[in-house]
């Protein structure tokens, strides 16, 4: 590049210092590389300034300048033979060492790169570890996974040397990699990672390990549509962490395992489950615990037509969110809040909130959850009458679904798309897709999204006028409302009357609709005068309007 050929032969030298530090670097830092003077440093930089080599704007505190481009400090790495470069990062470990010296835990990541870069595999190994972990615990999934390649590097070639290797690093590093790998969505990759970190903390008895990476562990089965198995694991983490009185460990697979009875529509089980965590929960417990306990309490609550109880619980678990400054359960309280307020038929709030959601998925490399949120958007889209647009987030939910291998949502969301390819006037494909899309629900223990399947298939029967495969979906999916204890427990015994006024069988109509009736009065009952859901008038219009064609108005 023209500005580096210009550069006096004397200024070079100590350019190529800063580029070894990195696309950034502070001012004590290349001092203490260099060896120079600050006066001396002082007029380098600012030659470095005037021709725009370097700058001072744009940089990330505490550093203090930065590459005018990363192209030139690449050119300037580059071009230094590799004796030079180990050289100079020998010096710039050092000199990092100086200037933070009481404090290198901060500079982890940086440490770990310079002495893989000198091949220095021990003190890569320590580094790497601690960054990495460092890096999970703030979701910066890049920064973890350069730092953890770097730390396996590093025990690999401690292996070849023969020299010894700390059983409890290894454990750690496959603990770490594979949260890292299911986080991104690849939890195949994961489970040999993690079932090896289980086993070594077991024999080690390493209990706080043992306990996480049976909670990873069950996540990968999860994120497979296992989800009796996932749920039996998560368990298991529960009595790990118990026995060795880890109370944080312990809430937090209860509240994994309770969210998987509540997927798999054992609601009373699930309600049971929270009721208890929510009653043992203290100011003292991490907030990010007492979000998600409170955002699956607001899934719950909403389900059973409680809507303004399950908004102020989600509300809650953002606020405890945001207190813990935890971005994983700030992405989830946004996806709980969004839920609810489309139950309460606010799409508009639902669309947003949802969008937030989305953002911070895909900011924190979440495949699944990404996946989930895509779903979401489509649902609060569908609502809105959008559907093309819903159908088209549905869509890309279902590709992310498939691709990563989770079988339980690729179910959940195959009923999405057939409910909005549907609602497009495209009955033939709707109908494929709602099949495949229920047959997997059945498969994975979705019963609650295996019930929508059936009520979609219904409608579209109904639209096809073959009365008596409508009714049969309908039955069908009337039974799994009721077991499941579901608030629109009308709606498929609605659906039964319009196929019987649409037979010409006014009389099986109207038992129908009298049945539909007494389940929007006992549903209506269980709210409480402030559960004012747009969404839930709308619905129930719906009966009214067939009596007043019933009875001929």
Request: charged share 30%.
């Amino acid at each position: 590049m023209s500005k580096l050929l210009t550069l006096d032969e004397g200024i070079r030298p100590i350019l190529e210092t800063a580029a070894v530090i990195g696309d950034q670097f502070r001012f004590d830092t290349l001092r203490a590389a260099t060896g120079l003077e600050d006066e001396t440093l002082e007029a380098v930089i600012d030659i470095g300034l005037r021709q725009q080599v370097i700058s001072e704007d744009g940089v990330s505190r505490p550093d203090d300048y930065r590459f005018f481009t990363k192209i030139i400090r690449r050119v300037l790495y580059d071009d230094l033979t590799a004796r030079q470069r180990r050289k100079l990062h020998e010096r710039v470990v050092g000199a990092l060492e100086r200037v933070h010296a009481g404090h290198l835990d901060r500079i982890a990541g940086a440490l770990c790169y310079h002495y893989h870069a000198v091949g220095r595999w021990a003190e890569t190994l320590r580094w790497g570890l601690d960054a990495g972990e460092a890096a999970m615990l703030r979701s910066d999934i890049d920064a973890a996974e350069k730092s953890l390649l770097h730390a396996k590097e590093a025990i690999e070639n401690l292996r070849s040397d023969n020299a010894s290797v700390d059983a409890s690093a290894a454990m750690r590093i496959d603990l770490l990699r594979g949260t890292m790998l299911a986080r991104l969505g690849r939890p195949e990759e994961a489970k040999a990672l993690l079932h090896s970190a289980v086993d070594a903390a077991a024999r080690s008895k390493a209990r706080a390990v043992h306990a996480d990476a049976l909670l990873e562990y069950a996540q990968c089965f999860l994120a497979r549509g296992d989800l009796e198995k996932g749920m039996a694991i998560a368990e298991e983490s529960a009595v790990v962490a118990g026995a060795a009185g880890d109370r944080a460990r312990a809430i937090a697979a209860r509240i994994i395992a309770g969210n998987v009875l509540r997927r798999l529509g054992r609601t009373t089980e699930a309600e049971e489950r929270f009721e208890a965590i929510l009653g043992m929960l203290s100011d003292r417990d991490p907030l990010s615990l007492q979000s998600l306990a409170y955002q699956n309490m607001a899934w719950i609550r909403a389900s059973r037509g409680a809507f303004e109880e399950g908004a102020e619980m989600a509300g809650r678990a953002l606020d405890l969110a945001d207190g813990a400054r935890d971005p994983i359960a700030q992405q989830q309280a946004y996806s709980t809040l969004a839920m609810v307020r489309d139950k309460l038929g606010d799409y508009e709030a639902s669309l947003r909130l949802q969008e937030n959601s989305l953002r911070l998925s895909r900011a924190l490399s979440m495949r699944r959850r990404e996946g989930i949120d895509l779903a979401n958007m489509g649902e609060a889209l569908y609502f809105l009458e959008r559907f093309e647009e819903a159908l088209a987030y549905f869509e890309d939910g279902l590709s992310i679904f498939v691709e990563i291998g989770d079988r339980a949502c690729e179910g959940d969301c195959r009923v999405n798309v057939g409910r909005a390819l549907l609602a497009c006037q495209r009955d033939d494909e709707a109908l494929a897709m709602l099949d495949r899309g229920r047959s997997i629900c059945e498969e994975t223990g979705r019963r609650e999204y295996s019930a929508l399947g059936l009520y979609y298939t219904a409608e579209a029967y109904l639209r096809k006028k073959e009365y008596s495969a409508a009714s049969r979906a309908f039955e069908r999916s009337q039974k799994i409302y009721v077991e499941l204890e579901l608030h629109d427990s009308w709606r498929p015994e609605l659906g039964l009357a319009r196929v019987a006024l649409a037979s010409g069988d006014r009389e099986t109509a109207r038992k129908h609709l009298d049945a539909a009736a007494s389940s929007v009065e006992r549903a209506r009952a269980a709210l409480r005068p402030s559960d004012d859901s747009v969404r839930f008038a709308e619905e129930v219009a719906d009966v009214a309007r067939l009596r007043a064609e019933l009875d001929g108005a």
